[in-house]
């Protein structure tokens, strides 16, 4: 058994899978249970008890939170976020989801954002033991799926999304710049260039 907290955010082994009819993107140690979840759901009625929409569910991202400077959750493939457009992220509590569902992902170990004290994220369901979670994943355990290779993560990754990854770089470099100050040799500076490996070592 692994923690969520023994990966890197968007190093993380991938594996693509269903979700009704919705196709997600998530940890390999977190497909066993999504399928659990999904065998429950069809067993309640699937669509007609309750639709798990295509065009507004996912899962993993490699990005920051919004607005933020941590990595959000779904950089770690562990947080799902479902029918987004009728349960949005906000101050009070606005969902379509019956308790039951809701239910499912508890039962599996997973937080739900409708949950939370202050701001409620309906959508987001995040095996996060910060966010109601249990934090268990489970990995080599026929944990099925499509297996995504590590180069496809970029593959699958937007322009907005890259540039977004960047972005935090990009103003820790403009700070080093600064610290050393302008029109000074880079190379003299070991402690810059320490600093740049690391960074890059981000990329
Ligand atoms: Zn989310």
Known sequence: MKKVTDYRPCRVPLRRTSLGDASIVVHAGAVASI??????????????AYAIRRADTGAFNCRRTVGGTSMSKH???CAVDVNWGTNPFG??????????????WRDEGWGWGGNWRGKKDAMHFSKFENEGGDG??????????????EEDWFDMATKAELEAL???????????????????DFAQHTNVLKALSQLLDRV
């Open 136 to 149: 268990k994943l489970y990995v080599g355990e026929g944990v099925g799926g499509e297996p995504i290779e």
């Open 91 to 104: 101050s009070r509590l606005v969902t379509d989801m019956p308790r039951w569902f809701v239910q499912l």
């Open 75 to 77: 950089a770690w493939g």
């Open 166 to 184: 960047l972005q935090p770089i990009r103003d820790d470099i403009a700070q080093l710049k600064k610290a050393i100050g302008v029109g000074q």
């Open 35 to 48: 399928k659990r979840i999904e065998a429950r759901w069809l067993a309640r009625g699937g669509n007609a």
